[in-house]
């Protein structure tokens, strides 16, 4: 549901902007966590580790169980 989607990001952006850029890099430009750890001038497992945490917050925003949703990157 793209309401709910726009929803989560909206409040993820608000509680948290910089994971909120994370994900606009990683899903929605598509880049890969090199490539994010790169531009954003810090370690991989840095990205990884942020990466894991946004996809738990926003399967939980959006009412899905860990095994499902498009976030698995």
């Given at each position: 549901?793209?309401?709910?989607?726009?929803?989560?990001?909206?409040k993820l952006?608000?509680?948290?902007?910089?994971?909120?850029?994370?994900?606009?890099?990683?899903?929605?430009?598509?880049?890969?966590?090199?490539?994010?750890?790169?531009?954003?001038?810090?370690?991989?497992?840095?990205?990884?580790?942020?990466?894991?945490?946004?996809?738990?917050?926003?399967?939980?925003?959006?009412?899905?169980?860990?095994?499902?949703?498009?976030?698995?990157?």
């Amino acid at each position: 549901d793209m309401v709910a989607l726009h929803r989560a990001m909206k409040k993820l952006e608000d509680q948290s902007p910089d994971d909120a850029g994370l994900v606009h890099l990683l899903y929605f430009a598509g880049l890969s966590i090199s490539q994010a750890a790169e531009l954003l001038g810090v370690s991989k497992s840095t990205i990884d580790r942020k990466w894991r945490f946004v996809r738990t917050w926003l399967r939980r925003e959006l009412g899905e169980t860990a095994d499902q949703g498009d976030f698995d990157g």
